[in-house]
Structures are given as C-alpha cells and as structure tokens.
C-alpha cells in the first residue's frame, strides 16, 4: 500500500504546501494501478533533504530540484514547483526557476492527463485534465507544438499513452508530433529505447506502431520496419504486404520483449533478397541473415545489451527452421545451440509468423515443443558440460592442447546426441583410441 499520506503529511507539517500530480493522479481517476508517486512541494531542494534526513535519499534531480526519497521499497519523486524555458537539446530545460505557484509548475508538464494535482482532497487541475480523461483524449498543455519542440520524447509519450489507454490524439498534437518528427534523432537513445521497450510490452502495441508509422516517427526510429510499408511480397503463402504480416507477427507474439523484437526484425531482410522465380513467386533466400544484420545494426544503435541482441539475432536466424520437420535429433541441437528459454521463444516466434499468413498449419511447431519436453528428460547430455569425458581426459590421453581437443569433443556431443555412441566414459575413451591411436 502507498504511503503517499505519510510523505505529504511530513512535508506539510514542516509548512510546505505540497501535492500528489502527475501519472499517480492520472491512474487513479482512471482506475489502473500506479507504482511511481510524483510529488510536487513549495519546498526547495535543501529543504527537503532535511526534512527526509532519516529516509534514504537519492539527489541525482538536484539541480532540476528533484529528489527521490524511498520509504517502505517506494520511490517517492519530490519536486519543488518550478518554472522552465529554453531546451536546446530538446529534452531538457537550460533553465529552471523555483516557483510558489502549483499552477505555474503544471503549466509546464506535457499533456492535460498529466497536469492534474491533489492536495488534501482537492483537485487542481487548470487544463481541463478530467475532461479529456472522459473525452479519452490527449491534449498537449498550452501550444503543443511548443511542449513537441520543447522536448521531442512527448512524441513517444503520447503514442505510448494512447496506446495504453486507448485514447485519441487530439488533431493539432497529431500535427505537432508530424511537423517535429525528425527530432526524435536528437534524443538519448537510451531514452528511446526505454519508450520503445515499453510500447513494445503494450497489449495494443501493434496500434501503436501503426500510429508511430502515421506521424513519421517509425522512419526515424526503425527505418527498416517503416520500409516494408506497401511492399508486396508477390506470394501465394501471403496475403498482407510486409508490414501489416510484421504488425500480425508482433501481435500474435504471446512471449517477452526479446521475442516481440525478433518479431519486429525477423523479416526486415525480405525487401534487399526479393526476387519472382520463374512461376512469379515471390523468393526471399537469406533473408533471415540479411535481418539479422539489420537488427544488430539497429538496435546497438538504440543501445540495447549485448545479450539480448545476441539472443535476439538468435531467434531471427533460425527462424525459418520450421520449414524443415522437427526431429528428436534437430531439437537436441537446437537446444545445444539455444537453450531452453530461446527454444521456446523461437516456438512463439514461429507459431505467430505461421499464423500470419495464409498457411496456418502449426503441427510441426506444436511437435517440436513435445520433442523438447521428451528431450530434457531424456538421460542423453543437453550440453558440453554434461559429457562423461572433458578437455583434461583428452590431455591425459595424450593429446596436446590445441584445436583438435574442442573438435574431438565436438564429434563425440554429436555422436552421443545421435544415439550412436553411450555417454560413458571407458566407452567414448575407446572410441577415441581406435579413431586416433589405431593399432598398426
């Protein structure tokens, strides 16, 4: 439970008018459960630290007279009223001043949903917040192409909350997040990463990359997902051009954000491989290589971890493996190469990229989530780490250490996978003598 009283009350009791603003407000009118307190105080930034001097306190918003005060596992964010202008990096405001006015603080904030505050039951809210709460409409405060101008993320902003809510765009903030797309470029890309992970993770997502593509904001971000707009595939197998089969992809996918985005790229490399074969068929060889570059490119660019790149170009490449009939064999090295969580991942992928086209058949997928389970319960060894010999047997054997020991066990995974050799240590010794040290 939320111990926003407590925190209000200590502020007030220390004699600054204080309130609770921000998306707090905004999810408890609508109902929807809210983790982030946004707290906004007549009190300076000094203050506050001496009035939270027993609580932990975390002063990196200093400067822009923001602290953050946890208490009880919630973050509490504490900023005194302020007035800003001027954002040369349109992000942040190259000057703040305090202020004593609430009115002036909310003056500031970014949509109408967002400048609503409560303070001791009573409700502030000077741009017609509530109202457009009703209406499920976003409104920018003031000139929304000055709060667009001023800092260029309220663009991802609005389509995420329009998104989340299933609001509209109010027609002049349409038009300000059009005329100001190209500023999306000047943003940390940390920050949009962060709102495009979020998007991402919506259950309307794939509204909201549609609305994304509609304010010219997708071809800033993911030029290569904004190409296959229009794009026939000129195939028999589909029925939608590139993008709208990639926007059914993503929605279908029931899995993590890792999956969601292999869903976004795993057939961005379809437009440079397109060809019509000689029954005017639309061909597309490598192109799970050609999208798994594009994504690498991409989303280091947005600053993605290694990792999950990695695990995202994963599924990308082998994601056409379906096509070929999964086998006992085929799902142990499937597993060798991606682990338990990546198959399953890689199911979901398929199961939606199958799923939006006008092939729908996903037996073999459904087979191979049953192999895998028969698989891992099976005695035979699911990674190197699992073979009754190892590098230092070989050493002891008399090999030396180099290449040919990895390649070695190699050959004997494969062997043991293939059920053509026991995984026991005297035997695949044995083996190895009679392979290497063959009697003259």
Do not use: W
């Not at 202008?85 to 970014?110: A, C, M, N, Q, V």
């Not at 902003?157 to 809510?165: Q, S």
């Not at 969601?260 to 799970?288: C, N, P, V, W, Y």
Request: glycine residues 6%.
């Amino acid at each position: 439970m939320m111990d926003e009283k407590y925190i209000l009350g200590k502020l007030e009791k220390a004699g600054f008018e204080s309130y609770i603003v921000g998306g707090y407000v905004r999810d408890r009118i609508l109902g929807e459960k809210s983790y982030d307190v946004d707290i906004t105080t007549a009190a300076k930034p000094d203050q506050i630290l001496e009035i939270f001097k027993d609580f932990k306190t975390i002063e990196l918003g200093k400067k822009f007279g923001t602290i953050k005060v946890l208490y009880k596992d919630i973050e509490y964010e504490i900023t005194t009223f302020r007035k800003e202008s001027g954002y040369s990096d349109k992000r942040h405001p190259d000057r703040i001043e305090f202020t004593h006015d609430i009115k002036e603080d909310l003056k500031r904030r970014d949509f109408t949903i967002n400048a609503i505050a409560v303070r001791k039951g009573n409700v502030i809210d000077p741009f017609g917040g509530r109202k457009d709460l009703e209406e499920k409409i976003i409104r920018a405060v003031g000139n929304p192409q000055k709060r667009i101008k001023e800092d260029a993320l309220r663009s991802l902003r609005a389509v995420r909350f329009a998104a989340k809510f299933s609001f509209k765009l109010d027609h002049s903030l349409k038009e300000a997040i059009r005329d100001h797309a190209c500023d999306i470029k000047d943003i940390s890309k940390e920050r949009v990463r962060d709102e495009i992970n979020k998007i991402l993770l919506l259950d309307e997502r794939v509204f909201a990359m549609n609305l994304m593509e509609n304010l010219g904001l997708l071809a800033y971000i993911f030029p290569e997902i904004s190409q296959m707009k229009g794009f026939d595939q000129h195939s028999s197998f589909h029925d939608m051009d590139l993008f709208d089969h990639t926007m059914s992809v993503l929605g279908l996918i029931e899995g993590d954000l890792t999956t969601r985005l292999a869903g976004l790229f795993h057939d961005t490399g379809k437009i440079s491989t397109f060809f019509i074969d000689q029954r005017g068929e639309g061909r597309f060889f490598g192109h799970q290589n050609k999208s798994e570059e594009l994504l690498r490119k991409s989303l280091k660019n947005l600053s993605y971890p290694k990792k999950q790149i990695e695990d995202i170009a994963l599924l990308v490449r082998r994601h056409m493996d379906n096509t070929n009939t999964y086998t006992k064999k085929s799902i142990r090295k499937l597993l060798r190469r991606m682990g338990e969580e990546n198959i399953y991942r890689l199911f979901d992928l398929q199961r939606a990229d199958l799923l939006s086209t006008n092939h729908k058949d996903i037996s073999n997928i459904e087979n191979g989530k049953k192999l895998v389970k028969e698989v891992l319960e099976d005695s035979l060894p699911k990674s190197r780490r699992e073979l009754a010999i190892n590098g230092k047997d070989l050493i002891n054997m008399g090999f030396k250490q180099s290449k040919l020991i990895g390649q070695i066990l190699d050959q004997i995974e494969d062997l043991i996978i293939e059920e053509k050799l026991a995984n026991e240590k005297e035997q695949i010794k044995q083996y190895i003598k009679n392979k290497y040290f063959p009697i003259d």
